[in-house]
């Protein structure tokens, strides 16, 4: 057990590298063929013990970033999503006792990630396999297999390889050649499958183009607190719409279809304070385009919105996105009674955010606009919702200035970039301080601005209004692969008792001998 605990620490550490700040992503077969390799030939509760080994050894360095918002919430989530890996471990100890165990262990991963993606509350997505193969030849299979799928995929490679270690250390066993032969050809065809798109990418249709402006206007202060100025947040974002309008009418620019902010552009209601509300309509007076705005709505005593309001010049506020993912203990506390009086922390959270349920894209100018907020970005459901309702463009409005000095964001921008290939479609990431960027549907950075800067991101896209192959199966994805970890691990407790339930027959009785018998 301790060999096995060691291996699965490294095979751990060596997945947190695949993803930002290293970006290794060449390791991630490696280091689920090492969970493979160390939860093999164990018990359900050993293999429990090996996986949460594997999963804190993962989860703890990559959402390093959570001790931005404290060491507590560090430790919790973490600690959280650390135990995930260990019931998949528990999983692993009976599917590696079937046929052709590769495909079930990757199939169990695969559900592995989409629970944990969902639940509890609505779950954590961050460390997903396919989130780490921005700039790999394998991200272009998003647009055909989703990102359940491309996880599904690398989780298979990864069992395969760990089925070719096996085979080789056997190699000199009685068909071990053959073994090994075999365990090689099929890795090397689920690789080649993974690897086509690259050669073969999905080529979204062209629906026309369109001029979209990005601001980030920066946060005053340290820049990790929204809050800090939270009207010089909103004066930021407002001077930079107005110079962006100077240099339209200088003819220094060209004239924006429309403007997108991000979240938290105004961390007051809008529609309540005054002064907000005559500062947005100047900055979109001024540009004379519509702005959706990121901003933070009353919704009662006890309730907020984090929405995206597209604000037109000449009628006003329109159309509203909310976001559909709040973050549980970040912008909303379950069991608020019971965790209000232990965490002093909360008190900053004085009411819960609602989640939103906006399955259409917004029209902001004419064009079907497909909006995320923030963490929204990493969830699968809103995005393909409005994708598949026809959505012909793509907009993420965010504020991670709590993250701005740690690895988050460039974790989070990947995700984005990702996203543009899964879907097909241009993303226009709105930041407040950091990163705003334009992504073509290929997951190309068109343009991006620095951290801890006010700039303006401006830039004509292609629009599209299908839909990729990879947003329509990826879902079903999930799903067989749930199937497939439940039957595979019936199918193993069902033979595993009969075996131990099965005697061995008695050896017969001869000269000097006694009568044996055994039950495995």
């Known amino acids: 057990m301790l060999k096995r605990c060691l291996a699965a620490l490294v095979a751990g550490l060596l997945l947190a590298l695949a993803f930002e700040p290293v970006a290794a992503a060449y390791v991630v077969p490696v280091a689920v063929a090492g969970f493979a390799l160390a939860t093999r030939g164990l018990r ?16 703890f360095p990559h959402i390093h970033w959570m001790t931005a918002v404290g060491t507590d919430a560090w430790l919790a989530l973490a600690g959280v999503e650390s135990v995930f890996y260990g019931l998949l471990g528990a999983a692993a100890a009976y599917l590696h006792r079937l046929p052709a165990w590769p495909l079930w262990l990757a199939a169990a991963w695969t559900t592995m990630e989409v629970w944990r993606s969902g639940w509890p509350f609505s779950g954590m997505p961050w460390g997903r396999l396919a989130f780490a193969a921005a700039d790999t030849p394998v991200a272009p299979a998003l647009a055909y297999v989703g990102m359940v799928g491309l996880s599904a995929l690398l989780a298979l490679l990864g069992c395969l390889l760990a089925a070719l270690v096996l085979a080789l250390v056997r190699a000199r066993e009685p068909a071990g050649g053959r073994r090994a032969f075999v365990s090689g050809a099929v890795l090397a065809g689920v690789a080649l499958v993974t690897v086509l798109p690259a050669l073969v990418p999905f080529e979204p249709g062209d629906d ?54 991000p979240e938290n552009s105004t961390a007051v209601d809008p529609f309540a304070d005054a002064a907000t509300n005559a500062a947005i309509r100047r900055a979109v007076e001024a540009v004379g385009v519509p ?8 919704a009662g005593e006890t309730n907020v919105l984090n929405q995206g309001i597209v604000w037109d010049p000449v009628t006003g506020p329109g159309e509203r996105y909310t976001k559909w993912h709040p973050v549980p203990y970040g912008e909303y506390i379950p069991f608020r009674e019971f965790f209000t009086g232990q965490f002093g922390r909360l008190a900053m959270i004085p009411r819960d955010m609602m989640s939103g349920t906006r399955e259409t894209p917004l029209t902001i100018a004419g064009t079907a606009v497909g909006d ?22 793509l907009a993420v409005q965010t504020s991670n200035a709590t993250f701005i000095e740690t690895d988050q964001i460039d974790q989070q921008f990947a995700i984005t970039r990702l996203r543009a290939i899964e879907t097909g479609r241009t993303v226009v990431v709105a930041a407040t301080n950091g990163v705003s960027g334009i992504i073509t549907p290929d997951g190309e950075v068109v343009t991006s601005a620095a951290p801890r800067t006010q700039e303006v991101l401006l830039a004509e896209v292609g629009l599209w209004s299908g839909t990729t192959p990879g947003v329509l199966v990826g879902p079903w994805v999930g799903r067989g692969a749930a199937v497939l970890t439940g039957l595979g691990l019936l199918w193993s407790v069902l033979t595993y008792r009969r075996r131990r339930e099965t005697p061995v027959p008695a050896a017969p009785a001869g000269p000097g001998s006694e009568e044996q018998g055994s039950v495995r």
């Not at 359900?44 to 989860?59: K, M």
């Not at 702005?291 to 009353?298: K, N």
């Not at 995320?372 to 026809?390: K, L, M, P, S, T």
């Open 44 to 59: 359900a509760r050993s293999g429990f013990v090996v996986g949460l080994v594997f999963g804190v050894a993962f989860y």
């Open 208 to 261: 026309g183009d369109v001029t979209v402006a990005a601001v980030q206007g920066d946060v005053p202060g340290p820049g990790n607190d929204i809050l800090y100025d939270y009207r010089g947040v909103t004066d930021n974002h407002v001077e930079a719409t107005v110079a962006l309008a100077d240099d339209v009418a200088a003819g220094r620019s060209a004239r924006p279809d429309f403007v997108v902010w």
């Open 291 to 298: 702005v959706l705005v990121g901003a933070i709505v009353d």
């Open 372 to 393: 995320a907020i923030c963490f929204d970005v990493a969830y699968d459901d809103g995005i393909h919702a409005q994708v598949r309702n026809g959505a012909e463009l």
